[in-house]
């Protein structure tokens, strides 16, 4: 047999000890793998958050936060939709100078990311609400606070350094309502939010479970602040008591109400349309996070649906399953005017007080000028469906 070497098993030996020097013998250890960050302060996104928050609050807390209706289906089809959408990114824009600047009802806002209604702060932190808007605060994010907050709505805005809005319920008792909707403008909220979706609380199997653990605090808004809640059947049945709410009771609030009033809870293009018609100020997408009615779709699949029906007469805002700057411009592309986010940052409240929230809104508004970026995108204005890929 020849001993001369082919130059093909030159080059072979020469990778081999190419890829030996790199990869080192069987008895080299890789790096160990990085650990998950110990708290809020290490985390560099808010799916990192959350893992602290699963590991650092009571699991009452974590599963009250992060708990869905019935089997949770809803929960998780919000985020999966988010990750079936795929980008196409322009590339030689000059993208030096992003502007991420909106307007919504005369007032502008540094960037599309508000914070979601989220009931019972204080659950979460010594501080509640008055740590939320603080914290939202200092991140220059506008703050939509719900009815159902452990601070009353006067000591909320006098403790906000950037705009309030106010979500609320339509009571069968319009008196309380009507001081309830007066307070608020009074105490300088810019906005109304009409939550829509919620005559009665979705099937919840954790609450039973976890309401023990739940401390009692006081409701400065008033024991009608919230919706009917929904008690699972006993060995007696008695029958289910939602509120009543139509139309109707839209046309009685516009009828008073001084400041823009959004419906929240739109998730049928028929009732958008309708909502345009009884003259409504604004739209949110949502399905109340996946906790109300399971099995209806994520928000984003019906957002572009509900956009197209509103054709530019209202703005539309989506909530439910944004974690990623990524999610933020493709809701965008698809007719948003802005995002709200919910369960982030209440696990930054319950991790580090107003501190929390501000890191939370901070991490994704940092991610969703690097979408921009990458994607090509400069400015709020050019962001449109030709940033998505072709399906």
């Given at each position: 047999m020849s001993?001369r070497?082919?130059?093909?098993?030159?080059?072979?030996?020469g990778?081999?000890l190419?890829?030996?020097?790199?990869?080192?013998?069987?008895?080299?250890?890789?790096?160990?793998?990085?650990q998950s960050p110990?708290n809020?302060?290490?985390?560099?996104s808010?799916?990192?958050?959350?893992?602290?928050?699963?590991?650092?609050?009571?699991?009452?807390?974590?599963?009250?936060?992060?708990?869905?209706?019935?089997?949770?289906?809803t929960?998780?089809?919000n985020h999966?939709?988010?990750s079936?959408i795929?980008?196409q990114?322009?590339v030689?824009?000059d993208?030096?100078?992003?502007?991420?600047?909106?307007?919504?009802?005369?007032k502008?806002?540094?960037?599309?990311?508000?914070?979601?209604?989220?009931?019972?702060?204080r659950?979460?932190?010594?501080?509640?609400?008055m740590?939320?808007v603080?914290?939202?605060?200092?991140?220059?994010?506008?703050v939509?606070?719900?009815?159902?907050?452990?601070f009353?709505?006067?000591?909320?805005?006098?403790?906000a350094?950037?705009?309030v809005w106010?979500?609320?319920?339509?009571?069968?008792?319009?008196?309380?309502?009507?001081?309830?909707?007066?307070?608020?403008?009074a105490?300088?909220?810019?906005?109304?939010?009409?939550t829509?979706?919620?005559?009665?609380?979705?099937?919840?199997?954790?609450?039973?479970?976890?309401?023990?653990?739940?401390?009692?605090?006081?409701?400065?808004?008033?024991?009608?602040?919230?919706?009917?809640?929904?008690?699972?059947?006993?060995?007696?049945?008695?029958?289910i008591a939602?509120?009543?709410v139509t139309?109707?009771?839209?046309?009685w609030l516009?009828?008073?109400?001084?400041?823009?009033?959004?419906?929240?809870?739109?998730?049928?293009?028929t009732?958008?349309?309708?909502?345009?018609q009884?003259?409504?100020?604004g739209?949110?997408?949502?399905?109340?996070?996946?906790?109300q009615l399971?099995?209806?779709?994520?928000?984003?699949d019906a957002?572009?649906?509900?956009?197209?029906?509103?054709?530019?007469?209202?703005?539309?805002?989506?909530?439910?399953?944004?974690?990623?700057?990524?999610?933020?411009?493709k809701?965008?592309a698809?007719?948003?005017?802005?995002?709200?986010?919910?369960?982030?940052?209440?696990?930054?409240?319950?991790?580090?007080?107003?501190?929390?929230?501000?890191?939370?809104?901070?991490?994704?508004?940092?991610?969703?000028?690097?979408?921009?970026?990458?994607?090509?995108?400069?400015?709020?204005?050019?962001?449109?469906?030709?940033?998505?890929?072709?399906v």
């Open positions: 001993s070497i082919t130059r093909r098993e030159s080059l072979l030996a990778a081999a190419a890829v030996g020097g790199i990869v080192g013998s069987a008895n080299d250890s890789f790096p160990a793998a990085p110990s809020i302060a290490d985390a560099t808010l799916p990192q958050v959350e893992a602290v928050a699963r590991e650092k609050i009571p699991p009452a807390i974590y599963e009250w936060i992060n708990g869905g209706a019935a089997d949770q289906n929960v998780r089809w999966e939709a988010y079936r795929r980008l990114p322009s030689l824009v993208v030096s100078k992003i502007d991420t600047r909106i307007n919504l009802f005369g502008e806002l540094p960037f599309p990311i508000l914070l979601a209604p989220t009931g019972g702060h659950l979460f932190h010594p501080e509640g609400e740590a939320t603080r914290g939202a605060g200092a991140a220059s994010a506008a939509v606070m719900s009815s159902a907050s452990t009353s709505i006067e000591d909320i805005t006098k403790a350094t950037g705009p106010l979500q609320f319920f339509i009571k069968p008792d319009r008196a309380f309502t009507k001081d309830l909707v007066q307070r608020a403008e105490a300088g909220c810019q906005a109304l939010c009409v829509v979706d919620d005559p009665i609380t979705g099937v919840r199997d954790w609450t039973r479970r976890d309401q023990a653990a739940m401390p009692r605090l006081d409701r400065p808004n008033g024991p009608g602040a919230s919706s009917a809640k929904f008690e699972p059947s006993a060995d007696n049945y008695s029958p939602p509120d009543k139309w109707e009771s839209i046309d516009r009828s008073f109400a001084r400041v823009p009033v959004l419906l929240k809870g739109v998730l049928n293009p009732d958008a349309d309708r909502a345009v009884v003259g409504a100020s739209l949110i997408v949502s399905n109340h996070g996946g906790r399971d099995t209806v779709p994520a928000t984003v957002l572009p649906f509900v956009v197209e029906k509103v054709a530019g007469r209202m703005p539309v805002l989506v909530d439910g399953g944004i974690r990623r700057g990524t999610d933020v411009l809701a965008l698809l007719g948003a005017s802005a995002v709200l986010i919910g369960r982030p940052y209440l696990f930054g409240l319950a991790l580090d007080g107003s501190k929390g929230v501000t890191r939370v809104i901070n991490l994704i508004r940092s991610e969703f000028e690097n979408a921009m970026a990458l994607s090509g995108r400069r400015s709020i204005r050019s962001i449109d469906r030709s940033v998505m890929w072709p």
